[in-house]
Each structure stands twice: as C-alpha cells, then as structure tokens.
C-alpha cells in the first residue's frame, strides 16, 4: 500500500474533513470519497476551507468532490474523487466502506462518531478520527487489527449523553479544526507509509498552542474486545445528544 | 504530594477560569477530592455518583492512561501532572 492507491472515505466535509482531505488530495492519496449531506453555508466558510462565497447554497459532497479533484491537479496527482450526498448510517455505512482502506472521520456529532468507530473496528478497517469545540480538541487513530486492537470505544467508552459541548451549542474556532484536520491526514499518511499510527491521543489547545500526546492501550473490557458489538444497530446510536 | 490537575476548557468555569490547579493528593482521587473542595461541582463532571469515572472522560497521569495504572487509586508524586481529557463532538 502507498499513498497513491490508498481509497479514503472522508465521512463529513467540514471543519475536519475539509482540511484533512485537502492536505491529502495535495500530496496525492489515490481516491477520496466524501459523505456529506449538508449543504454550504456562509457561517461555514471560516473553517470549511473547501468552499468560498460561490459555494453556499450548494451541497458539500459535490463541491468538496470537485475542489478536491482539481486540487490534486493541480498538485500534480491522479487522485480520483467521489461525491456521496448521504449519512453514514447504519443502513449506509457498508456500501460507502466497499473498497475503502481507511476512514477519516470529522462529524460534528457524537452519534455518528461512535458509529464509524463500531463500523470500522467491525471491518477492520483503519480510521482517523477527532472532534473538536471552542478552542479545543482531540484526535486518535486505530488501526483496528484484529483480534483487536485500539478502537475509540478503548478511549471514549460511550457515547455522551448530556454534560457535553458540540460545535453546534459551543461553536468552533477555524484554527484549530485547522490543526487538528492536518494532524488527521498527518496520521493518514503515516498509516500509508506503514508507520505505527495508534497508541496515541492527541488533544490540542488553541489558545494555549499547545499540542500533547499521550499513551492510550486497547482494553481487555471493550466491548469489541468482549464480542459485544456485533452490528450496528441503530438504537445504539439513536438516543445520543448529536448535534445534526 | 503536589500535583497538577490540568482543567479542560469545557471545565474551567468551575474553576475561575483556570487551565492548572495545584493541589495536594496521594492519588488521583484525593486530588480530585482536594480540587472539588475549593471548586465544588467539578468532581460531578469527572465522577459518576458512584464514584466511578465518566464513561467518556479520560484521566492521565503525565502520559498514562490511569485505566493502565491503578485507576482513580493511581499513586502520585510530587511534580506529576493530572490531566482530564472529556469526549469532544463537534467538527
């Protein structure tokens, strides 16, 4: 596996995904394939760097797809991109994993973060994720091998259900999802080039400008490491306090 | 023991704004024990009622995950830092 045949689906082209698909589509990843089924809107363009003026009202998939293409043109890569105008949910999230070998996932709710991990881990599929609020935030990648290895389920043990912040109560600052969307397809590069990916959480501070690593280790009682999660069903994911 | 406890911004409003608290604690959870005396109300964002830690809170002593350590009855030393680290949304 290199960079350049290496299929990446970038599940929410955002404050994250936008500058993580973007520093990959400039240094060559063979195919991106976004999910997104929100539309550009002008309290967007701040942080969304994928899309300017022209651009709101139009659905993010679409133009994400295209500034990305032409981006890797222009950066002289063959990179092949794809628009998928959807969710991933559990009824949607197999056919959009078909063929993909790592996930960068940059929701904005917590839901659907939980999802892609359960996903993934179930797929043995790598995946890069991270969330961020105000000032700050975090990133962690897994690159879920079997029979298991470190999911987000191993940090983040369930979804939230009430005493948290999402950029829809809190809002965002651009730089940081900056920074934490570099570091995203940072770590999708080193998966790329068979570096050791997991292990690891970031969590970074804007206004401190502070960056901090620390060790996270898969846990004995995951549930994925219990065979707890065999599906993804969608009550599981249903009663959260997402955002969107 | 003093110890550093590293506030996460979602929980600096209960602490006056400050990002560090120096606090006395053989322990992670007497450090917290010690923190949540003169900032009442944060040990209920880290805690359950049981005492348990928050299902999507992360503690770290320096670079450990106290999950690996000894949990909330990791030992602490002079100069070791605490960190809180919450489950963040958004994007």
């Known amino acids: 596996m290199s960079l350049g045949s290496t299929r990446v689906l970038v599940v929410g082209a955002g404050g994250l995904g936008s500058p993580a698909s973007r520093a990959l589509a400039q240094a060559g990843v063979g195919h991106l394939r976004i999910v997104d089924d929100d539309i550009v809107e002008v309290s967007n363009l701040q942080r969304q760097v994928l899309y300017g003026d022209e651009d709101v009202g139009a659905d993010k998939a679409t133009t994400a797809a295209r500034v990305l293409w032409t981006l890797a043109r222009e950066a002289g890569h063959p990179t092949s991109t794809e628009a998928v105008r959807t969710r991933f949910l559990p009824d949607t999230a197999a056919e959009l994993l078909a063929g993909i070998d790592l996930v960068l996932e940059g929701a904005d709710n917590f839901a659907t973060k939980f999802l892609v991990a359960d996903a993934c881990a179930l797929a043995a599929i790598p995946c890069v994720q991270a969330g ?3 000032w700050s935030g975090w990133a962690l990648a897994c690159a879920n091998r079997r029979p298991h290895g470190l999911c987000m389920r191993c940090v983040f043990e369930d979804i939230p259900r009430d005493r948290v912040e999402t950029c829809a109560t809190a809002g965002v600052v651009g730089p ?27 969590s970074y501070h804007g206004l401190e400008g ?34 969107s | 023991m003093a110890v550093t406890l590293r506030i996460p911004p979602a929980l600096r409003s209960l602490t006056g704004g ?15 024990d010690a923190a949540e005396a003169a900032h009442p109300g944060l040990k209920a964002r880290v ?3 049981d005492g ?10 320096n670079e450990d995950d106290i999950r690996t350590l000894e949990g909330l009855d ?18």
């Open chain 2, 74 to 91: 990791t030992p602490l030393k002079d100069g070791d830092s605490v960190s809180i680290i919450p489950a963040i949304a958004g994007g």
């Open chain 1, 132 to 134: 961020a609020v105000r």
């Open chain 2, 47 to 49: 805690c359950n009622e």
């Open chain 2, 18 to 32: 400050a990002e560090e608290l120096a606090v006395d604690g053989g322990s992670v959870r007497a450090a917290l």
């Open chain 1, 176 to 202: 940081v999802v900056g920074v934490l969307g570099a570091l995203q397809a940072r770590l999708a590069v080193a998966w790329a080039r068979r570096e050791s990916i997991d292990g690891r959480l970031y």
């Open chain 1, 210 to 243: 502070r960056l901090r690593r620390r060790r996270v280790r898969p846990r004995a009682d995951c549930p994925h490491a219990r065979g707890a999660i065999q599906d993804l069903r969608p009550e599981r994911y249903a009663a959260s306090c997402a955002a």
């Open chain 2, 52 to 61: 348990s830690v928050l299902r999507f809170v992360n503690l770290f002593v």
